[in-house]
């Protein structure tokens, strides 16, 4: 059975449809995360200040001032440093930097 909740985050609103089937850790997993991915998508497009903290194979990551995960090919960044970064698109654990 899906129902449509209302939430309301200080300026942020959303309307969510939540599917009550399945455990209460899974529904309240699905449920976080569909709140995590709605609250990163306010962020494309904006320039975000990121602490890189991890290489990664031809990428870098690292994280914003509000703990938003963000990705973006490597080009010599080093780590523990800030950058100013733009992302362009969402991917299943932050967001991608072109």
């Known amino acids: 059975m899906a ?8 300026s942020f609103a959303m309307l969510l449809l939540v599917d009550f089937t399945g455990s209460t850790r899974d529904r309240l997993q699905a449920q976080a995360d569909d709140q995590r991915r709605a609250y990163e998508a306010r962020f494309i497009g904006r320039d975000l200040e990121v602490i890189w ?3 990664l194979p031809s990428r870098m990551r ?3 001032d509000n ?3 963000v990705y973006a ?4 960044q080093t780590l523990g440093s800030l950058a100013s970064v733009r992302p362009v698109t969402r991917s299943a654990d932050g967001l991608l930097c072109g």
Do not use: K, Q, S
Not at 3 to 10: L, Q, S
Not at 73 to 76: K, T, V, W
């Open 3 to 10: 129902v449509a909740t209302f939430a309301a985050f200080g």
């Open 73 to 76: 090919p490597e080009r010599g």
């Open 67 to 69: 703990y938003i995960t």
């Open 62 to 64: 690292g994280l914003t």
């Open 53 to 55: 903290d991890r290489r």
